[in-house]
Every structure is written in structure tokens, then in C-alpha cells.
T-cell receptor, first 114, second 116 residues
């Protein structure tokens, strides 16, 4: 069964500094990987995905993520964090031979300090 | 094109009552998924439906929970005889279908169920 680990509970970063949110996954075969962001009392917004092709994926709001097959990782990055990036970030994996169900990590709270 | 619409946004039920949560997928989407988010936890898959069919209900509790996606109208997640442990945010997501081009699911804003 597919699973995702997001090892840190909270990520604190100063505004303007690089932001990294870590994610490792476990799935049989080649994974489909996703990042979603959740603002308070809101639903999940899709940020980006890796399906195939280039390991570096660019998404919404200046975010990008790098797929690393050997390390089974898909870390989310942003070169310069904004205060408005403060939110809950979820990594998710889907088994491409499965039925579309997503397995989510527990989420990381990102706090960008002005 | 409206997004995934869930209602109500907030629902309060007394223990033993029934809760009915509704989800209208994005236009053109025929696949619906329900997830539950407990406090301080990530989202857990509950059930995956296509029109009139349950495809995967492996994440549904065995009792009191049911889901449907009729030919006409929204998908309904029904919780009978609610207990305090059912208090959570319930999210619905939809996608156009399976396949490489239809990989991401789009989420609604959720229904926050509080059982008192």
C-alpha cells in the first residue's frame, strides 16, 4: 500500500528565506506525487504534481518540487518565502495502477516569520 | 466552471442523530472521493465512487457510514447515529477520470461536522 511521510511537524522560516518542506514516499512501481496546500478553514488547493518526465516540477505560487527516485523523496521548495505562504502543506502519493485514491502525509505547518 | 461544492460548510449534530453531507463535483467530473480529516491529522481516504457505483470503500467504517453518487444529483456521505468521534472535517474531491491526463483531484472546502 502506498504511504507518505512528512517528518517535520512545523517548519519555521523567515520571510525572504528559502522554504523546504520534506516528503518521502512508499509505493510499488512508479509513483504519482502531489503537493496540496490548506489555508485555515479551507479545502485543499492543488500546487503541483509529478507524473513523469523532468524531476524538477514547477507549480503554483512560485513553488517547485524535486522528484528523487533513489531517495524516494519529493521535497517542496520555494526560493523566497512570503508571509502569505503560511499554511498547512500536504504531500500525497497515488499508485498509478490503483484507483486514484490518494495517500496523504500528516501535513506540515509552515510559519513564515515577517 | 465552479469548483467542487460541498454543503453544508458546518454541521452540528447531537449524538445519535444522522448527518448527511453533500458534494457536487466539478462539471464534467464523474469520479468522486471522500476523505476525512481528524484534528492534527492528515486526510484519510474513505470511499471512491463513480456515477451509481462504489468503486472502493476500503476506508469506510464498517458500520453507520454509507455513501452514494446517484445518476442525478450530488454525492451523499451519510453517517447514522453519530458519535463524538465522528467530529471531523469531511472533504470531497473529484476528477474527470482515470489515466495519466486525469491525475489530480480537486477538493471542495469541506464540511466540518461537530457532534455534541
Amino acid at each position: 500500500a502506498q504511504s507518505v511521510a512528512q517528518p517535520e511537524d512545523q517548519v519555521n522560516v523567515a520571510e525572504g528565506n528559502p522554504l523546504t518542506v520534506k516528503c518521502t514516499y512508499s509505493v510499488s512501481g512508479n509513483p504519482y506525487l502531489f503537493w496540496y496546500v490548506q489555508y485555515p478553514n479551507r479545502g485543499l488547493q492543488f500546487l503541483l504534481k509529478y507524473i513523469t518526465g523532468d524531476n524538477l516540477v514547477k507549480g503554483s505560487y512560485g513553488f517547485e518540487a524535486e522528484f528523487n527516485k533513489s531517495q524516494t523523496s519529493f521535497h517542496l521548495k520555494k526560493p523566497s518565502a512570503l508571509v502569505s505562504d503560511s499554511a498547512l502543506y500536504f504531500c500525497a502519493v497515488r499508485d498509478p495502477y490503483g484507483n486514484n485514491r490518494l495517500a496523504f502525509g500528516k501535513g506540515n505547518q509552515v510559519v513564515v516569520i515577517p | 466552471n465552479a469548483g467542487v461544492m460541498q454543503n453544508p460548510r458546518h454541521l452540528v449534530r447531537r449524538r445519535g442523530q444522522e448527518a448527511r453531507l453533500r458534494c457536487s463535483p466539478m462539471k464534467g467530473h464523474s469520479h468522486v472521493y471522500w476523505y476525512r480529516q481528524l484534528p492534527e491529522e492528515g486526510l484519510k481516504f474513505m470511499v471512491y465512487l463513480q456515477k451509481e457505483n462504489i468503486i472502493d470503500e476500503s476506508g469506510m467504517p464498517k458500520e453507520r457510514f454509507s455513501a452514494e453518487f446517484p445518476k442525478e444529483g450530488p454525492s451523499i456521505l451519510r453517517i447514522q447515529q453519530v458519535v463524538r468521534g465522528d467530529s471531523a472535517a469531511y472533504f470531497c474531491a473529484s476528477s474527470p477520470g482515470v489515466g495519466v491526463r486525469n491525475t489530480e483531484a480537486f477538493f471542495g472546502q469541506g464540511t466540518r461536522l461537530t457532534v455534541v
